[in-house]
């Protein structure tokens, strides 16, 4: 299995700044994905992250909102930009497993975003 | 487009069963299932990759069929520890791994 420490658990933030999540795993992976999942809501895919390669973004994301860095096959970092009311929601990474878990995906415990 | 998943919600007594049902409007190269307790990450629940598979472990099963674009979860006699979200999960292309979560099944049991 994969353990994943996503930093901040939580914070809240003022219209128009910005804020960078942190997701670092404890062995290296291939694929990390980052998700939003507003309030009793399901899992919306942000975009996926390949190290050495750039993020590919699912339709309604734009890499100057939410610019992702991928330096490693232990970390990366989702950059949440000029935010507005509307980017209030929770942002989760999620890594494949490797080996015998290559089938599952592992999340973070998710970063609680609030901008007012 | 989102897997739909139905019902949207269910309430169950302990060891009572329950049948959550996942379809896609667009093929179905494998499905996932994951549930999610409430303040915590989705967890991994089982994979599906062929069409007529069934699997199952201790007393949750799925089956998948490809033709239909459907998948369903059963979840027989069930438990307290069985309350959350269950989603199910879907990939655009086979091994792309980048999963699409259906709309999502809160389940409550109460004894």
């Known amino acids: 299995s994969a353990v994943i420490s996503q930093k901040p658990s939580r914070d809240i933030c003022q219209r128009g700044t910005s804020l960078t999540i942190q997701c670092q795993v404890d062995?290296?992976?291939?694929?990390m994905f980052w998700y939003r999942q507003q309030p009793g809501q399901s899992l919306t895919l942000i975009a996926t992250?390949?190290?050495?390669?750039?993020?590919?973004?699912e339709s309604g994301f734009v890499i100057d909102k939410f610019p992702i860095s991928r330096p490693n096959l232990t970390f990366s970092t989702l950059t949440v930009s000029n935010m507005s009311p509307e980017d209030s929601s929770i942002y989760l990474c999620?890594?494949?497993?490797?080996?015998?878990?290559?089938?599952?995906?592992?999340f973070g415990s998710g970063t609680q975003l609030s901008v007012l | 487009q989102q897997p739909v998943q139905s019902p949207q919600a269910v309430i169950l007594r302990e060891g009572e069963d329950a049948v959550i049902n996942c379809s896609s409007s667009?093929?179905?190269?494998?499905v996932h299932w994951y549930r999610q307790k409430h303040g915590e990450a989705p967890v991994f629940l089982m994979i599906?990759?062929?069409?007529?598979e069934q699997k199952g472990h201790d007393k949750i099963s799925a089956s998948f069929n490809e033709k239909k674009q459907q998948s369903s979860l059963y979840l027989t006699a069930s438990q307290l520890s069985y309350s959350g979200t269950y989603f199910c999960?879907?990939?655009?292309?086979?091994?792309?791994?980048?999963?699409?979560f259906g709309t999502g099944t809160r389940l409550t049991v109460i004894p």
């Open positions: 999960g879907t990939e655009r292309q086979t091994g792309a791994n980048n999963l699409f």
């Open positions: 992250a390949n190290q050495g390669s750039e993020a590919t973004y």
């Open positions: 667009k093929a179905l190269y494998s």
């Open positions: 999620s890594v494949l497993g490797q080996g015998s878990t290559n089938e599952k995906l592992f």
């Open positions: 599906l990759l062929k069409g007529g």
């Open positions: 062995s290296q992976v291939t694929m």
